[in-house]
Nanobody, 124 residues
Framework: QVQLVESGGGSVQSGGSLRLSCTVY????????MAWFRQAPGKEREGVAV???????NYADSVKGRFTISHDNAKNTLYLQMNSLKPEDTAMYYC??????????????????WGQGTQVTVSS
């Protein structure tokens, strides 16, 4: 059974940085597409950044230039480096995985495996 375990959330002041990690357990396939989503209180879940096995990447406009998604194949771990954090970045952050590694998937409905979430709080 494939599991995603996230870590790295926390509380920071505006302008600060955090790095989220998401480690994949139990998967022995040839690759996957992954993404970070976030959900703020009272709002719908939204995509933050996506990456596929070919190294294609895309970001939400709201985080371009501030966030960087990356993947360490040797460690089976997805990262989200978040710099210049703003109060509006406050949310529960989730990583997601899909086995269709050749695709760059942007929609929440396209991912079938999710992590438990890690809270990011940015104070002004």
């Amino acid at each position: 059974q494939v599991q995603l375990v996230e870590s790295g959330g926390g509380s920071v002041q505006s302008g600060g940085s955090l790095r989220l990690s998401c480690t994949v357990y139990g998967y022995t396939g040839s690759g996957y597409s992954m993404a970070w989503f976030r959900q703020a209180p009272g709002k719908e879940r939204e995509g933050v950044a996506v990456i596929n096995n070919n190294g294609r990447i895309n970001y939400a406009d709201s985080v371009k230039g501030r966030f960087t998604i990356s993947h360490d194949n040797a460690k089976n771990t997805l990262y989200l480096q978040m710099n210049s954090l703003k109060p509006e970045d406050t949310a529960m952050y989730y990583c997601a995985l899909d086995f269709r590694w050749w695709l760059l998937l942007h929609e929440e409905s396209e991912y079938n495996i999710w992590g438990q979430g890690t809270q990011v709080t940015v104070s002004s």
